[in-house]
């Protein structure tokens, strides 16, 4: 049974910067793209980041060279290194698993199928 679990939301002020964690389980990282999305209230949910299980990533233009996806497959974690926060990244951020392969790299957050519950990042102006 696969499993996500993210950690690592909180407060902070513009400019700052948080690490998101997701624990996996269940899977077998290289047969799974991975990816983080997050979701505003009164919006639709959006796609941040994605990482192949060859290892290529994509992010969204809001946060390209500020936010980073990695993968530390001996702890079967998946991170998202946040900085230069903004107030307009306040959202709530899930990880989120594949393994279909047409969806490599996809922000598109219909193509995946497994998800955590999500943890909450607020940021103040």
């Known amino acids: 049974q696969v499993q996500l679990v993210e950690s690592g939301g909180g407060s902070v002020q513009t400019g700052g910067s948080l690490r998101l964690s997701c624990a996996t389980s269940?899977?077998?990282?290289?047969?799974?793209?991975t990816g983080w999305f997050r979701q505003a209230p009164g919006k639709e949910r959006e796609g941040v980041a994605a990482?192949?299980?060859?290892?290529?990533?994509s992010y969204a233009d809001s946060v390209k060279g500020r936010f980073t996806i990695s993968q530390d497959n001996a702890k079967n974690t998946l991170y998202l290194q946040m900085n230069a926060l903004k107030p307009e990244d306040t959202a709530r951020y899930y990880c989120?698993?594949?393994?279909?392969?047409?969806?490599?790299?996809?922000?598109?957050?219909?193509?995946?199928?497994?998800w955590g519950q999500g943890t909450q990042v607020t940021v103040s102006s």
């Open positions: 269940g899977y077998t990282s290289a047969r799974y793209s």
């Open positions: 990482l192949t299980s060859d290892g290529l990533t």
């Open positions: 989120a698993a594949t393994r279909n392969r047409l969806a490599a790299g996809s922000l598109n957050f219909n193509w995946y199928n497994y």
